[in-house]
Nanobody
């Protein structure tokens, strides 16, 4: 069983920066995939960034060059540094982990970017 707890959401102005953290507890190893997803009102949940073993990050086109995903395997934590934020980045951001074939989600943290 894995539990994911996000922190760091909030309100920021357009062009600002915000950092998110997701602490994992339970049976998770460095080779397991962890990621950030987001869901805006009325829209489907979408992948923001993904990492495996802290390497080979993948980003959605909409955040490439602005967001950076990081991972500290010793702390079982992933991070999302968000720069040059836009109003369209407003969403609930969810932490994701896949252990073997089981998918786990965090409770979500709200990010609001004001124009």
């Amino acid at each position: 069983q894995v539990q994911l707890v996000e922190s760091g959401g909030g309100l920021v102005q357009t062009g600002g920066s915000l950092g998110l953290s997701c602490k994992a507890s339970g049976n998770i190893v460095s080779s397991d995939t962890m990621a950030w997803y987001r869901q805006a009102p009325g829209k489907q949940r979408e992948l923001v960034a993904r990492t495996r073993s802290g390497r080979y990050p993948n980003y959605s086109d909409s955040v490439e060059g602005r967001f950076t995903i990081g991972r500290d395997n010793a702390k079982q934590t992933i991070y999302l540094q968000m720069n040059s934020l836009k109003p369209e980045d407003t969403a609930v951001y969810y932490c994701y982990a896949k252990v073997d074939t089981v998918v786990y989600w965090g409770q979500g943290t709200q990010v609001t970017v004001s124009s």
